[in-house]
């Protein structure tokens, strides 16, 4: 069986490397072209120095791209919107990385992106990109959303919670994303200088985050119809590690609820996923995810702790946001588009020590 | 004017050290003794090397220590409580930086460590170490409690919110607080092997931190002759950092509040305090509170940022834990029980970069 | 065609927990038993959490290890040695990671482990398990011995220099080696204290390293039938990094050599190597080799500068000391030995960035 | 009497902000002005975020500076040579912290820097800032250069064997350099972008480094009358760090020596100098000079170890770039010049942990 075609266009940032790593070892994929506009004639590997000797590729410029079977768009914010007819005239299935279309609904997308969407009618086409949620819609979907690296993080860990309707939506949801320097992009600049961003513990949107809209979003899906009726508190700090998310999340229950039942919705809710693993130990150094052993891989690791008394959780969950929160969910999301195992190319589980 | 002679127990830990190297600069203290079990007869930097060339001390064992005018008691939990009365005989003012005596009431004591105070009669006698808080019974103590790292930068960020009673103790109060290694100690073990503790973002004691027993205590007084009515949800989450703690906190007001009416209640409560610093700017990369820039610093910062439609603010508090959260702090108490500035050995400002 | 029957010896410490990640995914291998005296009975997970959901295998105990085709040591200096007959009563083949059979001389051994070798008559049979260095032994070898992280690192940069013969040895070579801190092993001591630790630039045997008596075996053996005639100066710190390794190896020519020329060499020595990649790029930031980006890669990246006029050779050699400076390099050794294409199991590339 | 007013020019970058910390709390210094072009009317703490607090002083621009009595050039290459006449017309003495006047001979100085010298008169005029080696010269200098940091560290460790003529120069003297990222600049770029920059082990300049330069100079004053008559391998290496140099330095001698015959020569040099520590000790995990503990300290720590056989010495020496290696030694110049304790301004010693 002929391979499928996939083009990337914005390949030479962090996301687009990922891609182009995960899609070279892909045994269903062709990786065809690689698009950059500032580094149209240069290998992959003058940008992602780790593609050294795997490929010769170079990129193209995005100009000369011709049509495939599937395209990934790495862009910046903005830019896949704005060109979005293009790029489905190249492609018959589009797998858009940025966060142009991960809101459904045009209000919210204005209300946290302070500006009109340009092509709200493709707002309800699109998909949002997460196969633990949305997995039936995947298989026949031509447009679907990357998810935001913290917000996958978050809306993991919490789905089955939301699910079950146990949270009391009287109380706000806080959540506390620690982010790694990888997530703010290929660019240099002055948060990004090493003497000043090494060893930071920098709060950055301690409100008004936009990965706080698909929270909103996909939490309220599973509200049993209803919206989200809950204030949602997001704060984001940045620091010293380069490829990881952990996200600290303080919910609140309607009513007393015991350890062996949380077990109970988070085993029914995962017990089948492929890269969700529980991970709560009694004892050892790893009681709780951590993104440290997860630079690599595509697991979202999730844990929980309870406080009966209060009536709260705390939700704890850990992804690398190059891969499980950008990349490689982009190649889960293809594998699951195509009827493939949702593992393929994705089997690589992380390091220990790292 | 003689020195006041003070002497150290429990010496070769990293707060007994921090400790040592501030007094070996203070003009108004002679630092007599440093007593230390496990390294009796050693030079003190046999275990605290950025001392060589700064003194020729030597441990002494805690039995041959003598008479001072203050004592500093670096212990582990425990040891502060059951030896007190000796060390109450060697001495006219204690001041013990350990958890022993942080606490009023024997029963929030037993409730948050799990067992029985062995001197409850102490705990009413000492003062909670805080001097911004306590300053005024500072001046006649003999006993006197150090202060919980993470405590105490929640309790600062915090405490002129509470004062001004504007906080709704209806919803929750929610501090995720982020801790370098130093804060868990000088002891070596699995938790802080290098290969497992580099780049982790490690939680511990999601549910159930002891330091939330000082808040509830200390928020508690702030309320208006009241108790705390409310829950409070701490989590603690290990970073990449040796050095410094900083508090992302979430806490609803009564009524909408806006940025102005902020700024003035905490430069009311901070205006004349010479160890606050608010910080919140526009512009920069430095524009909230950062560990980062504060070791080796006395300074707690503190910014602070409102969403003002969700009846929202979230405080960020910042400090140095073996400093304003451990020995400096303990020094500025020093210097407030003696009526000295309190300034005097903490003059250093912290570098930037490091 | 049945697989292979592979078992591993202290499988809890760093390298036997790589070997266990890479043989889990080998397709050619069944990974039999993996032996743990202080860990038997507990899941391979709860000492490499990277491991979670990958596998149910348990640690057996040492004494309960059954026969299989290949045996994989990775134990305590000397233990090896001490128990070799009856490892080798368990498996035709056994790969010794220890670093108790590197050296063919009983006179190099005692002279650099202080002590004498227990049988020393297998000496003279192990293999050095350098593929690229003694691939043809490999093929019919019983015994072969895994090689020295930095050693590995430093000999693959120099070998095609002094199989030139273009070395002067009546000038020291200096080697300067950098490690992470996992080379130092998965057991938590002062010297792995993460306070201490973190940030470390820390010379530790300045001189007298023994990894030196590996250089001067194999650049002995490449010195055309002589021994090395050569002062051989290793020197090596550790730094803020958990795995990798870099060295920098300083070496005098007997005449004048030009760029051009040492290309020549580099290529004619490594071009049809797997796992041998030459760095040195005119531009960009990533110009010579960097461990960084080699993490949980099998790549040893080589790459040097030439001060023609001081007819010194400044090579820069970089590799993962768990990877091709153990465990992968072991698979290698495996693949090798059974004829399967060398690069089996071992095709992960290393992340960017990370 | 009243204080020296002492100005900056170029006050923004790392060593201007460094400089300003330490002259602010300086008993003998009036701060007067701190001129920036890119800053200008701007508050310290904009660029410098640990000043907050602790001083009022704006920026001012460079053509607004007035005459003082010390000016601190803090200026990019080549800027200082530019314009030397003008500063010079504004205070009596000047320390130029840039590469600018470091070398005596104009030959050396093309040869390095690859151009010839704007005013090759003045090379002979200045004086190389070392304290520990031309303490005399600076009494009556009126230009004095700061010092390559890298070069410092090197000289330094190496001086005592040069001046006792016990070093064989038929043989190389291997210099290897490891820096952190602040000797890089405060100017971002693509090589100091954080996700590429952390946990790098990068070689820069193996060959070629101008630091070099200096240590060809200020060794061959020592080696009594004659010209250095070796070659200098000077490599370099950036490392996860952002304060702090360790140079390991491999130097040969004429004949066999012994440790107790190094330490004399060590102790003889540098039994009286305030900032150098010998650091050299049989136990304990800082066993030789570590950058670590010296941030923000003006120490250099120096240790050696000695292989008889081989005669060979390795030195190790540390200090922190920004301060023995920048603006705390031009501190300590200015000390000397006016006649004051060499330690005043300079007496922080370091945190441990941290």
Known sequence: MSRVRVSIVGGSGYTGGEL?????????????????????????????????????????????????????????????????????????????????????????????????????????????GLPELHRAELAEATLVSGTGCSATTAILGLAPLYRAGIVNQQLPLVVEAKFGSSAAGATPGAGSHHPDRSGAVRSFEPTGHRHSAELIQELGLLSHGANLQQTVAFSATAIELVRGILVTAHVFTSERIEEKALWKIYREAYGREPFIRLVKEKTGVYRYPEPKILAGSNFCDIGFEVDADQQRIVVIAALDNLMKGAAGNGVQVLNSMFGWDETVGLSFPGLHPV
């Open 20 to 128: 182009a790593r995960i899609l070279l070892f892909h045994p269903q994929v062709e990786l065809t072209q690689v698009a950059s506009g500032g580094h149209a004639g240069q290998f992959l590997h003058s940008t992602h120095p780790n593609l050294r000797k795997l490929t010769t590729l170079r990129y193209c410029h995005p100009d000369d791209l011709t049509s495939c079977d599937v395209l990934f768009l790495c862009l910046p914010h903005g830019a896949s919107a704005g060109a979005i007819e293009r790029y489905r005239g190249l492609a018959p299935r589009i797998i858009d990385l940025s966060a142009d279309f991960r809101l459904r609904s045009p209000e919210l997308y204005a209300r946290w992106y302070g500006h009109e969407h340009s092509v709200p009618a493709l707002l309800s086409e699109a998909v949002y």
